[in-house]
């Protein structure tokens, strides 16, 4: 069964940094996409970035240069670091691993940037 635990994240405040951390179990993450959503207040969940399997980095242009993911293949891992933080960015974000057939989720963390 696959399950993608979240840790990092809480309250910052505008031009600071978090780092958003999601380990997987049941599945290999090199072998799948794994992506960040984010879903802000009265907001629908939008995608902020995701990489492929063979490792290639994509954003939304809200977040170019200042998010970065990246994966840790050895830890199954897969992280969000992000950088020069705005009030904008508030929302819960939540780990995604897309297995074609099938999407899972993270829990969700909340992530306050105050201004």
Sequence with gaps: QVQLVESGGGLVQSGGSLRRSCAASGMIISSYSMGWYRQAPGQLRELVSFITADGTANYVDSVKGRFTISRDNAKNAVYL???????????????????????????????????
């Design 81 to 115: 670091q992000m950088n020069s933080l705005k009030p904008a960015d508030t929302a819960v974000y939540y780990c995604n691993a897309d297995l074609l057939t099938s999407y899972y989720w993270g829990n969700g963390t909340l992530v306050t940037v105050s201004s």
